[in-house]
């Protein structure tokens, strides 16, 4: 007697998980020369954001402990990336700047980043791409991922 079928919508959860996976090292990979992994870049990018955002705040919207941040905040400032300035109204409060090579940093990585998203997506049609896009925004939405938040923040990685 031959095995049931499955339906292949029974193995999405499993497909996202692997898929973003394998799409996530292979951007790791690609800003490696960079001298950065992903998680840095988001720092990076909240930072160009908002100059002069303080740690506490960076905190808050990281969704992390404060003396997280201050771990985060060291590794950049050793790769040359971001430097802490005391804020002028209140000295008890540092806030972050991106030092000239984080922003090449970031500048380079938008290249890096629009050739990673190219090649991830180049299989499917412009109409697929929009309904993927939909489709996972609608799912990030329902599970609460913050699109704009690496969750590495949280777990050091």
């Known amino acids: 007697m031959p095995a049931p079928s499955t339906p292949p919508f ?7 998980s692997q898929v973003g996976s394998a799409v996530g090292q292979r951007f790791a990979e690609r800003v490696a020369p960079l001298g950065v992994q992903p998680s840095d ?14 740690q506490q705040e960076l905190a808050g919207q990281l969704g992390v ?12 400032q ?11 109204s209140d000295r008890r409060v540092q806030r ?14 938008r290249t890096v ?8 997506i180049e299989v499917l ?8 896009a939909e489709l996972l925004g609608k799912l990030a939405e329902a599970h609460g ?4 938040v690496h969750p590495g923040y949280r777990t050091g990685r």
């Open 10 to 16: 029974r193995r999405i959860a499993f497909l996202l």
């Open 41 to 54: 870049l988001g720092i990076l990018r909240l930072i160009a954001q908002s100059d002069g955002l303080s």
């Open 65 to 76: 402990v404060p003396s997280r941040v201050v771990a985060l905040i060291d590794s950049l």
């Open 78 to 88: 050793e790769k040359g990336l971001v430097r802490r300035v005391r804020s002028q």
């Open 96 to 109: 972050l700047e991106l030092d000239a090579r984080g922003r090449e940093v970031l500048a380079e990585m």
């Open 113 to 120: 980043g629009a050739a990673h998203e190219a090649a991830t």
């Open 125 to 132: 049609t412009e109409q697929e791409r929009t309904t993927l």
């Open 145 to 148: 991922v913050d699109r704009d």
